[in-house]
């Protein structure tokens, strides 16, 4: 099937262009090509821009153990209408991704449910660094330095020393210091109220071990990429990166701020915590400027029955997949950002620090992931319209405008018209990690 996109504005690697997309199957066969070329199908996009596919590096999609809250089919109807392609997610599932045997599972689990594509983490341990020396189907391994329980919280100094000299993996992790939480959480009796959740996990918590990581990084020459900044003093840390060190922001740490909390309650509670309205400012100082190169959404969703727990019973985490693009398009007709910016921080940086193949540019012989979006639609999230499990968006009632109208996956419509095409399966991602990740992708 030859599918022209014609009279889209397209974000090309080169910046912004009125141009033809060509594609035959799952790839990218020509960019204005000649007016003979074959084609089966004619888009007509004149007015709308054409993006890239959405790369979400960091979600947790519940499955297996927890699908009552997502799963993989429902979390990647989201995906699908929020122009969302291709997601990594989280190993801290049940099982935990933490053995090869595991991963390969859920590969498998995956092919058969997702309607985009898929990847998957390797969660390491105190004591699995024989499996993460193994793995090769994965973009990378997951430390949780904080914010976990069991076998996924590696917090002693002995264990992140081997993990970090004897694997090769990319390295992404969930910086906050546990012996400081823990302190905090002792000053205030475990805390009362949803507020003294940003107290409990403070600036100090994340500051420190985002230190403790970028020093086992440097000194072992091993690429790491620090997951959900969520201060300013973070992003200071991140200036000198030694073309090893990566970082992102999320919505909600975009967003919102400690003064939410009086508005939404634990529908914000967040690890890491949301900080105040300067944090705010300052993450979109760092992506603008390129301390912090991508965006992803940390998507968790829980119920809203267990999101409505008094504190500190109410889990944290919040799902966003759906929504996440027309929020940040949104902030291009607010002023606050380019299109190209959000492309670069939603595409291609993830493709690059994770050496995705095929993914996140609109180029010949890239992968036929693409978005068409209407910069000039404006639509109200509405709790009752999302197609994430949960049900629930922190964004019930607001309006933005810029959104997806249309996604493609490996070439096959998944949205259009409001509508999800339940037919379509994506493919396992692959990654090539000689590529060397961010700094050596051009």
């Not at 090869?100 to 105190?126: D, H, M, S």
């Not at 076998?151 to 993996?169: K, M, P």
């Not at 915590?273 to 991508?294: C, E, F, M, P, Y």
Request: aromatic letters at 6%; a negative charge.
């Amino acid at each position: 099937m030859r599918t022209l996109i014609s009279g889209a504005t397209c974000v090309l690697p080169n910046g912004l262009s009125r141009a033809n997309i060509l594609f035959d199957g799952s790839k990218i066969i020509d960019i204005d090509p000649p007016s003979t070329a074959l084609v089966d199908e004619v888009v007509r996009a004149d007015g709308l821009h054409l993006i890239p596919g959405v790369v979400d590096d960091q979600v947790h999609f519940r499955e297996p153990g927890l699908t009552h809250k997502e799963d993989l089919y429902t979390a990647t109807r989201a995906c699908a209408k929020g122009g969302v392609t291709s997601f990594l997610e989280m190993p801290n599932t049940n099982p935990t991704t933490i053995t090869c045997e595991r991963l390969a599972q859920k590969l498998e689990l995956a092919a058969g449910k997702c309607l985009v594509n898929f990847g998957f983490y390797i969660g390491a341990t105190p004591n699995n660094v024989p499996e993460l020396i193994q793995a090769k189907r994965t973009p990378g391994i997951k430390i949780f330095i904080g914010s976990s329980t069991g076998d996924l919280l590696v917090d002693q100094q002995a264990a992140l020393e081997q993990i970090f000299a004897e694997t090769t993996l990319p390295i992404c992790a969930h910086c906050e210091d546990e012996t400081t939480v823990r302190a905090n959480r002792d000053a205030l009796q475990g805390g009362a109220t949803y507020r003294d959740h940003s107290k409990i996990r403070d600036e100090r918590a994340a500051v420190i071990a985002v230190q403790r990581s970028i020093d086992l990084a440097f000194r072992h020459n091993h690429r790491f990429h620090v997951l959900h900044v969520s201060t300013g003093a973070e992003t200071e840390l991140l200036r000198d990166h030694r073309d090893l060190i990566t970082g992102e922001a999320c919505p909600h740490h975009l967003f919102f701020n400690v003064d939410d909390y009086d508005r939404l309650g634990s529908l914000v509670q967040m690890n890491p915590s949301i900080k105040t309205a300067a944090d705010n400012a300052a993450l979109w100082t760092a992506l603008r400027d390129g301390r912090l190169q991508v965006i992803a959404t940390d998507h968790a969703p829980h119920t809203l029955d267990e999101k409505r727990q008094p504190y500190p019973k109410s889990p944290s985490g919040l799902p966003a997949v759906e929504n996440s693009l027309a929020l940040m398009l949104d902030s291009v007709s607010r002023g606050l950002c380019t299109l190209d910016q959000v492309v670069h921080w939603m595409c291609d940086a993830p493709a690059r620090v994770w050496d995705l193949v095929g993914k996140g540019r609109i180029a010949p012989n890239y992968d036929a992931d693409l978005v068409l979006v209407d910069l000039n639609k404006s639509q109200t999230i509405r709790d009752a319209e999302q197609e994430t499990k949960c049900g629930w968006s922190p964004w019930n009632g607001v309006t933005l405008t810029g959104w997806p109208v249309r996604t493609w996956v490996m070439g096959q419509t998944v949205f259009a018209e409001g509508k999800i095409n339940e037919a379509v399966r994506g493919s396992e991602i692959k990654f090539d990690h000689s590529r060397g990740g961010y700094w050596k992708t051009v």
